[in-house]
Nanobody
Framework: VQLQASGGGLVQPGGSLRLSCAASGFSVDYYTIGWFRQAPGKEREGVSCFSRSDGSTYLVDSVKGRFTVSSDNAKNTVYLQMNSLKPEDTAVYYC??????????????????WGQGTLVTVSS
């Protein structure tokens, strides 16, 4: 089970980025993918959860209306589309999975497999 997060970068406030989480060793069709972020000096925060198998989707309140989650089963990849970015979105973003089929959106402590993180910096 491996996850590869990519797509981070430097963007101005109001801009957009799309993060990708490429999975290997399992299919994103059957397992939950969560996105998390950690800003400097802050605790890790759950941003979203996406379970294609049962349609579960979660977005933290601070990103609702700005971020969306989708998947491409042909590429075995889950995307986090981030629009209207704000400086407070600056963080290292990680994708993760609990690798438990049909788990819906589990609590953060259940995620066992993590990607390496990709840095998003929102600054003018």
């Amino acid at each position: 089970v491996q996850l590869q997060a990519s797509g981070g970068g430097l963007v101005q406030p109001g801009g957009s980025l799309r993060l990708s989480c490429a999975a290997s060793g399992f299919s994103v069709d059957y397992y939950t993918i969560g996105w998390f972020r950690q800003a400097p000096g802050k605790e890790r925060e759950g941003v979203s959860c996406f379970s294609r198998s049962d349609g579960s989707t979660y977005l933290v309140d601070s990103v609702k209306g700005r971020f969306t989650v989708s998947s491409d089963n042909a590429k075995n990849t889950v995307y986090l589309q981030m629009n209207s970015l704000k400086p407070e979105d600056t963080a290292v973003y990680y994708c993760a999975t609990d690798h438990v089929p049909g788990s819906g959106c589990p609590p953060p402590r259940k995620y066992e497999y993590w990607g390496q993180g990709t840095l998003v910096t929102v600054s003018s």
